[in-house]
Every structure is written in C-alpha cells, then in structure tokens.
C-alpha cells in the first residue's frame, strides 16, 4: 500500500512539474484555448510516468537509505519519461504550441521534486530514529574519533559508525596526508588536517570539548611518510591516543557499548544527597510553566536574531582581525536530558596552536577584543540559534563541560539536565565564574524548584546590569539556596569564597 501511494505520488510531481513548466513560459494569464492546446501533453505525461516509473521501481526505494546510487536512479527514470513523454506528443500532434523549453523544465522541477520527497524522508525518519534513541537510551557522553586516510573504507567506517554505533560514537574529522582533500568530505565528516600536525588537531579538538583517545587506520599505515608514521607512534607510546586497526574497530561496533562505561546518572548514589520531594518540586514547574518557556523563548529569539544579526556582522569582522579563523567557536556540552550538543559562540582566544605545532598557554592567546567579548557576553549571541533550535532556553543552568562538575553529586548534575541549559541562569548573576563547582549546582537547583516568568524577568534584567557592570559575587543568595533546599552547607558544601581585589 505505501509503495503504491508513492507510486502515486512520483506520477503526481512529475504531472505538475509539466504544468508548473508551462506556467512559467506562459504566465499566469492564459486563456481556456491556450491550455487546450497544451492539456495533451499533460494526459500522455500522466500516461508514460505511471508505467516508466513502475517498471523502473522508484516507488520501492528506502527514503531512510536515499544517497547518491538512489539519485542516479531517479535521475534516468525521470529523464526517460521525459523522452519517451516528447517523443509520444510529437507522434500524436508534433508538438504544436508546445513551447521548446517545456520538456527541460520538466525535468528540472521533476528531479529536484522527486529528490526533494525522498531527502525529506530521509531527514525525517533520522530525525525520529534519533528522537527514539534519546528517549531509550542511558545518558552518556559520545567518544570522539579521528579516521586516518580519505578512502572508501574511511567512508564504509562512517557508514557503520551511524548504523552499529548507537550514538557511543562520532568522527571528528578525517586526516590524510593529500593536501589536496583538505577541506573535502565523506558523509558530512571534513578532512581536518594531515597526519603529521595529529598533535596540533588534539589540541584544538580539547578546546572545543572533545577529547580524542582514538585514530581509526582507514588505510595501510605503511603506505604513510616516515615523519607521519613517527610521529603517530611516538603520541601512542605517550598515552595520548590508541592507533586502532579498521577490521578491530568494526567488531567493537558490532559488539555494542563495553558493560558498566555507560552509566545512568540517575540510579547512582551521591554522596550529597537530593533534599526530599525536590524532584517532584521540580517537575510540577515544569509542568505549569515549560510549555510556556519554550514558546518564549522561540518567539524572542526570532525577535532578537533580527536586532542582532547588524551587531554580529561588525563582530565577525573585528573578531577575524583580532584572532584569525574561524569566527565562530564550538564546543560540545551536555544539554537537556543529557543530550550533547553544539553550542556556539564567537571566538575570543587566538588559536591554541602555532604554525610550527606549538600548543599554546591562555595568556598567550589572549587578544583585546577577545576580553570585550567576554566581559559584555557579546561573545555569546550565535547561541540565539541554539535558542531557537530547542537545544538551549535564553534562563537556565548553563551548560558546563564535564570537568567543571563536582564530583559527588551525581543526581544533583542529573536534576539539573530536567531543563534545557540558559544563556543566562541564577548561578550567574549571583557570581558566575567566582561561584564555586558545588554551590553554582545548588544554585543552579534552586532556580528549578523556583523557576516562574517573574523570576525569569529578574534574571533577565541582572543580566543587563552584569554586562554593563560586570560579575559580583552575592554570597547572601547562595546561603539562602542552601537554607530553602535544606541543606546545611557548613556540613556538606563550603560557602564560595569572593576573590581577592
């Protein structure tokens, strides 16, 4: 039944591409005579794509599999029910008062028509596959991998990673020693760098969140240059990354995730304890304010991307001049439910590495703009897209890398993944980066059990007045979260301490 409404469907677009053809040669304004002239060509269009694109079987391909074999299959069954749909009319009635362009302009719009049904069924189903997996599947952070040669088994490796890897895995990018692939992609994955500036890419691949500990051998390791290879072995005896060979890395996959490395946050035991009913508290906002977050938070980031979209194109230009390439820095962070995403900012630190491999200390990458951008939080108006993408909120608890956690509250960093992470939240106006790890989730807490549109307008307006004024720690907020939590901090967690002048 849905290979026949697809069928269907294939004939439909290719009926109105003839249609749409004649429209844009003829305009709008026609009379009843010129469409009889041309309803011919309509009915013999209907009568050849019905049985070409039967006998060819478009109508069985797998959306979810669509790529480029695909295509080309599409692409000959729609070029010869254009030919065989001309060579038919002109047998009949010789094309009279047909126009010359019509039969290519069939084409095109049948093409992209068709393509476009299928691309779309393919985007939807990944995007429902994915939904699935993330409902299902425990939280934990994905291990990133670079592969080593643009090869077919490079492309094969990819291919296996989106289907047996089970979100455990993702490519960060592809090294080979060509020049010419720099730049160059297999499926959405970019060739990043040769195999002798390995320790540079890991730099800069840490500063963005993502910490390789393995390079997958998608080629004949003797088939590299002395100086690549050694300095691919010598990474590996220092510990820093595991050279894997393709065959092993396909039966990991196969195998699944290892027992115990992935770990459900929400069944281990802290050693801070959660107060009593503060999940519930915490879910009963949700429940009376969420869906009105969300719609805030989508209609004012259209609204703002407008105001800011002027603002960040004088940014981009001074942040190129000042720091280089590229603008827009990301990172990958633990986001709602768990989930990992990208969030964007613009850059506001020189590159990590020198020309030459040598990875560089903050101070020395520090740049004048760069400190303005941060000081004013200008750096982090490109996570207005994140907004509207749902992976952020514009009021949260902000998304913090693994290792400005504290350790020993495990169900205190899960409750706080209950909501989308904010671009701005309690914990930073009350201190921000002078908040210690222990009291910014505490904070962070208190502003779940307490989240409302009013306290959202408060934190919006301390926002301003931050950027304008800068950080201040307010040591009395943070001991009324502990005092409203019920948690005694002298015995559990110590008060943050404000910096010296």
Known sequence: ???????????????????????????????????????????????????????????????????????????????LAVLITVATSFTFFRLDNVQRSLPLLQWIFALGGLTAIRLAGRLLWRS????????????HQREGILLLGFTAQAELCLRSIELL??????????????????????????????????????????????????????????????????????????????????????????????????IDLAKLTSLTPLPENLEDGIEARLGRYGKLKRAIDIIASLLLLTVALPVMALIAPLTWLTMGTPVIFWQERPGWKGRMFRLFKFRTLKDAVTADGRVLSEDDRKAWFGEFLRRTRLDELPQLYNVLKGDMSFIGPRPLLPVDLPDGMPQWVFMRNAVRPGLTGWAQ?????????KDKIVLDLWYLKNMSLKLDMIIAWQTIKVMAFGEKLDSG??????????????NVIPLAVPRAV
């Not at 429902?128 to 993330?134: A, F, G, L």
């Not at 907020?477 to 409203?484: P, T």
């Open 1 to 79: 039944m849905v290979s026949l409404l697809i069928l269907l469907a294939d004939v439909l677009v290719f009926t109105l591409s003839a249609l749409l053809g004649w429209l844009f040669r003829v305009g709008l304004e026609f009379g009843e005579q010129n469409f009889t002239s041309f309803a011919p060509y309509l009915y013999i269009s209907i009568a050849v794509s019905l049985p070409v694109f039967f006998t060819l079987k478009t109508h069985k391909h797998f959306f979810r599999y669509f790529s480029l074999p695909e295509f080309w299959h599409t692409t000959a069954a729609v070029t």
């Open 477 to 490: 907020n943070i001991r009324k979260a502990y005092e409203d939590l019920g948690v005694p901090f002298e």
């Open 429 to 437: 106006i009350n201190g921000g980066k002078s908040v210690g790890k």
């Open 128 to 139: 429902i596959n994915s939904r699935r997996q993330k409902d299902t599947q425990p939280h």
């Open 165 to 262: 890897g089970n979100k455990q895995y993702f490519a960060a990018g592809i090294l080979d020693e060509n020049p010419h692939f720099l730049g160059r992609k297999l499926r959405h994955c970019e060739v990043i760098g040769a195999p002798s500036s390995t320790a540079g890419i890991l730099a800069r691949l840490a500063i963005h969140g993502v910490r390789i500990k393995k390079i997958i051998l998608a080629t004949d390791k003797q088939g590299l240059s002395g100086n690549s290879l050694g300095i691919l072995e010598r990474l590996e005896e220092a510990g820093m990354i595991e050279l894997v060979e393709f065959a092993d890395h396909l039966k990991i996959l196969a195998q699944g995730p290892v027992s115990g490395e992935v």
